[in-house]
């Protein structure tokens, strides 16, 4: 009899064919959620993209929450950064940030389930610990260094949601981005043409919408620096300089 008890980390099932591993089980399951989305991942629908029987999979999780779990982790894992860039920490920090908005990007769903998860799996350790030490050069007491990077995380995730939903919106329409930034710009221009939204016609389309990758980091640089400008601002002694 398997054994399923203990983490959900730990679990690497009864012996099976060697393609058939947690592993594989849900790299499949992340690249259907990709295409499909999240509501198509079932233990089912993913034993037959996989060419093997529901029940074998169960020895690597008993639910789909379990599973989502996996897949979660699987894509933090996705997240972390060669190297880190040395000696300035809003750099670093900067450097791990731009990288979980590119995974996000590509795994849309994973915004979604993120923030009702409490992920604690290995690669959510691993990179709990990149973070960290990616402004371990303030040295910082730990809480306060826990403390900025939610509040950048918050930062963060907020961002890549909303601008995730233009994206989503551009795929369920199977438009190129081409295709979306010109029917998106012409719906702006006739919005604002009867002069009845004075403010919004003055700021332009990237109140409503965002455009490509490009502008999503740029956009994303900016409030980041003024968030980490504000953090900085608020531990400096009058008379000295911002960390």
Known sequence: MTETRGPLWTRQGAAKPERLTRETVVA??????DREGLDAVSVRRV??????????????FQRKDDLVDLMIDHVLGEMLIDELPSGDWREALRAVLHRQITVGRKH?????????RAPIGPN???????????????DLPPQRAVKLLKAVDTYLWGFVTLAGQE?????????????????????????????????????GRPALLRGGIDEWIAEFDEGLTWLLDGFAAGRTPPGGSPG
């Open 28 to 33: 499949c399951a992340v690249e259907l959620a």
């Open 47 to 60: 034993a037959a993209e996989l060419s093997a029987r529901p029940m074998s999979l169960y020895s690597f």
């Open 108 to 116: 849309l769903w994973v915004m979604r389930v993120f923030g009702t």
């Open 124 to 138: 959510a350790a691993r990179h709990a610990e990149q973070s960290l030490a990616a402004v371990a050069g303030l």
């Open 167 to 203: 994206l989503a919106a551009r795929r369920r329409d199977e438009l190129t981005e081409q295709e979306w930034q010109a029917s998106t710009d012409a719906y702006f221009t006739e919005l604002v043409a009867d002069g009845d939204l004075p403010h919004l016609a003055a700021a």
